[in-house]
Structure formats: structure tokens, C-alpha cells
């Protein structure tokens, strides 16, 4: 199957102003396929997936991304807004984050989400006293700091105690019993998110045996919840997108269900991100300038770092491609028009010889990209079309 995003001649011709994102439909589509069918493989109907919306919060994406049946894990009440714009149900919406305004817990409750995510007793008492106050419950899943190492980058890390997120289990054990006290919340669950863009699979049965050992020791203690959550963070193929175009969904799924030690009824929710929209998504920009500074041959791009932080933020690796020509391989250092030395793409990059006009295509950009765009040094702010 050849995709729209890695056909030099349609991408070409499409004639759009640069630098935009372009998604391909067909990838997207092939991407939610086998995820859904990976997962429910493994994981039985009361069991879901909730898209993780921050990486990627495009209109006609979430279309597609509900059609194929998923719920949304929200970070903000922004978030859960346009969600519900886009046609998701309340009930299958979660919400995580470290820091919710009490307007965002309001709105949580005002539209009926399935379960806050928590990560300290200070905010499961502002849930409860806000809940108590208009009259409603709230059903709450405590985040679990585990103190895994995810293996990868350490900006995008964020399950060990280094990391602001979650609780250390011996200190939720400490607090479940003062729960007990607070009856406009209901714990239906525990919730884990160690990191993202993680490759190492033996970290996912990490994860899941830790995960087990828990929901155990609580059970020996007479605490039975429904729900267990285990977050996104598979990985996807920077190097190769086009001969790896979908995430490796079959083995993600195996290896946690293998090391899962839980009663078969718990509800299993996971929140993958990256790894549904990644591949289907790349920028295309325009050679502007080519110049010399003795002996680095530096390629000046028409996108820049706000219009895809990755490279700036996380030292991420995009592959990138000549779409024009096709020359002999010259070596550059491909970088954006805006006034930081941060805003480089590519170090030493050898590609087809780029000249004025060059079209080049940023691949695997589909998650993180757009949403991370800004309009520094008062730049337009970067379209998106869909293919
Ligand atoms: N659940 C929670 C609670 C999260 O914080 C995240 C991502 C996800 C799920 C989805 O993770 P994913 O499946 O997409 O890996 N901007 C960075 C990635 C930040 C991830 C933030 N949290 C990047 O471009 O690499």
C-alpha cells in the first residue's frame, strides 16, 4: 500500500502554501484498523481505548478517530470542550493532568466524564468539596507514580520520581483509608503513565506486572475497584516511517495483557496518542536560501521551530526528504527561518541536493506538531489539510 504522505509526485502537485501539515486519511484510517483490532484481540468489550488528544486535536482527525470507536483522554477543560464539539460523549471522556483549575474540575462535572484522573489527595479533596457543592459524584482513578524508567528521552519521561506526575504507591497506600470520608467521590481505579515515544518493550511488562502487584495489595486490603488505566506511549518509527507506517499495536497489547495478573472483569483503558497519528501526518516546507559558512552548507527553510517544536524541544529525529529533485546527495544542516540557534531540523544531513524552491517533506508529524505550533516572531500560524 502506497500512502498520499510518501508520494513524491502527489504531494507535488498539491500546490498548497508551505509550510503546512498534510494528513493522509488512508494512514489514519489503517493505523485506528489495526489498533482496534490488536486491542480487541487481547482486551474484551468494557475494556477502551481514549485517544490522547493533545497530540494531535485536528477536527477531521477526531472525526475519524471516533468513528473508529475510541473514547479521548483529556488534559484541560479546552480540551474536553472540543471534544465534546467534535461529537465525543461525556462518558467516554478522561481526565488527567497535574494542575486542574477548579473551573475545569466544574466543567468535568457539569458534562459528566467518565472518571478524573488524580495525582495528589489535595486535589481528590478540591474534587470532592466542588463536587459536594453542586450536588454531584465524581468517580476518581488515583495516578500512580511507579519509579519505572521509560527508556526514553527525558523530557518526555514521566514515571519515575524525578518526575512531577502521579503518587508513590506507599504514600497512596497511606491516604486510601481517608477516602473513605469523602462521599462525593467515588475510586473506581488506578492510573499509570510512565512516558512516551517508549520502544523498549520489556518496560510495558514492567509496567504491567507492577501494575498487578498493586492492584493486589489493595485487593488483600478489601479495596475492589473496576478500572485499571495504563496510559499511551508506544513509540513509532522516526528512522523508516514509510516501510514502518503503522506502530507495532499486535506486540504492545500482547505484552501487557501476558503479564497482566488482574480478574479478567477489570476494565483495561489505555491512552495512546502518538502512536495512532504520527505516521499519517508531515510538513512540507520550501527551500529559501542555500549559503555556505566556511565549508557548512546550511539549507533555510520556510518552517521554522515554531511550526514544529520536536527538534528544538526533545533533540527529535524527523526524517526528511527532497521532494523536487532528484540529484546527487549533498551533506547540510537544515534549519528555519527564526532568530534562535535552536531552530535546526537536521545536523549534517545528507539528502538530494536542495536549491531555491525545493520542496521537502518532514515526516512522521502528525502527533505533536501542529498542537505544539505557536506564531513566535509573529509567524502565520501553520495550516493543516487533509488527503
Ligand atoms: N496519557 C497521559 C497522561 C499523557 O500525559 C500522555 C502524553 C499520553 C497519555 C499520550 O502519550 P503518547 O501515546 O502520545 O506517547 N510532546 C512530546 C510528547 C509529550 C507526551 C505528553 N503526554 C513529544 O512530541 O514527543
Redesign the pocket.
Known sequence: MSYKVFDKEFLNSLGYQTPCYIYDTELLRDNLDIATKEFHHYFDIHSSIHY?L??NDNAQVLAQIKQAGLGV?C?SGGEIEHAIACGFNPNDIVF??VGKLDSEIILGLDVGIYAF?CESLQEVMVINDLACGSNKHAKIML?VNPDIDAKT?K??S?GTYDNK?GIAFDDLLDFIPSLDSLNNIELIGL?Y?I????MDMSVYAKLANVASFHYQILYKQGLKFSDIDL?????VDYESPMTKPIANFGDYFSIIKQNLTIPYQLKIHF??????VAQCGIMLSKVLYIKNTVGTKFAIIDAGMNDL??PA??E?KHLIINLSTQNINETYHIVGPVCESTDIFAKNLSISELRRGDMVAILTSG???RV?ANQYNRRAMIKEYMV
Do not use: C, N, P
Not at 195 to 198: A, E, F, I, N
Not at 271 to 276: A, D, I, K, M, V
Open positions: 490522547a493533545k497530540a483522554d488534559v488527567a493532568g484522573i495516578r528521552h523530557h518526555i514521566t506526575f492510573h503513565h512516558g512516551s515515544q517508549v496510559g499511551g506511549g508506544l513509540g491512552e495512546l496518542g502518538r502512536s495512532l517544536m520536536r524541544l526533545y527529535a502527533a505533536y506538531g505544539l
